[in-house]
């Protein structure tokens, strides 16, 4: 259940209503997970329908901390904290975003959702190494991994990444990612991608692209087949393989089993989408 709207980082109080909202959809669909974003987006009443970065300082930690403490006290059990993107840096910084959210980790006892497509743009906008970044975490804090397309803009004579969600997983991110999964282990991984979706077909050779690169990054994949086949996982459960038209194997050190499959649905050869599983 991954929320946008609490703005934890604000200085204004916290929405009492859109709280108890949240507490009441918690308890009735109990979900794996609870995530919000390590940010602010309102302040006197306004809202500005954006996650906006927060700055990184010891006075703003022990806000968002407490906040933090207040929302895992109200659910009743620890959220997920998620880095965002940003363009702009704020003067007087005391940490770095990735020290930022170790220490935020220890002051609340939150765990993080880490983002690597927002790492890989604050990276090249901002000038730092995002394997660093990662190094900074406690490894064990990360239980859940997102991933999505952006933009490249310019503005004057600078290029600004933009996260929009509207896009293909690049190939820098991609192998961002199979360095965020040596670090952190096989996590939930989701492509997020929001608006100008693509046709669900099976000519799209990004598609291929994607499943290698889940492939490689390692663990036990399931796979969710649109095009009327139901979900299947493979390398621990039965597969309807007279279903399957390929298939290929990738033994990953001999521990586990990654695979990339296309399946064949009612209509032709349907659309995979391949997601880690434990």
Same mark, same amino acid.
């Given at each position: ?13 916290? &929405? ?19 995530? @919000?974003?390590?940010? $602010? ?33 109200? %659910? ?5 904290? @998620? ?8 003067? *007087? ?110 000519? &799209? ?12 990054? *390692? ?14 996982? %493979? ?21 586990? &089993?990654? $695979? ?19």
């Amino acid at each position: 259940l991954h929320g946008v709207g609490l703005s934890l980082g604000s200085t204004d109080s916290l &929405d009492r209503e859109h709280l108890r909202r949240l507490a009441r959809l918690v308890k009735r669909i109990e979900p794996w997970a609870v995530s @919000e974003h390590v940010c $602010w987006g309102h302040a006197g009443g306004r809202h500005t329908n954006d996650l906006l970065p927060m700055p990184h300082t010891h006075e703003s930690l022990r806000h968002l901390a407490a906040r933090v403490g207040e929302l895992q006290d109200t %659910l009743g059990r620890q959220v997920l904290l @998620e880095n965002v993107s940003s363009y702009l840096e704020f003067t *007087g910084a005391e940490f770095t975003e990735s020290g930022y959210l170790a220490a935020l980790v220890a002051e609340s006892g939150c765990a993080l959702l880490l983002d690597v497509n927002n790492v890989f743009v604050n990276a090249r906008n901002h000038g730092f190494d995002p394997e660093s970044w990662f190094d900074e975490l406690p490894a064990e804090a990360v239980r859940e991994i997102h991933l999505a397309g952006h933009d490249i803009v310019r503005i004057g004579n600078r290029e600004i990444r933009i996260d929009t969600h509207d896009r293909t997983v690049c190939e820098e991110v991609w192998a961002l990612y199979a360095s965020a999964r040596r670090r952190f282990g096989p996590v939930p991984t989701l492509i997020e991608w929001d608006t100008d979706l693509p046709q669900l077909d099976a000519g &799209d050779p990004s598609r291929d692209r994607r499943a290698h690169h889940v492939a490689v990054a *390692g663990s036990r994949l399931s796979v969710l087949v649109h095009g009327g086949l139901e979900r299947a996982t %493979l390398g621990g459960r039965d597969v309807d393989l007279d279903r399957v038209r390929h298939h290929d194997r990738a033994p990953l050190g001999g521990e586990v &089993d990654a $695979w990339a499959v296309r399946a064949l649905g009612g209509d032709g050869a349907a659309v995979v989408a391949a997601v880690p599983v434990h």
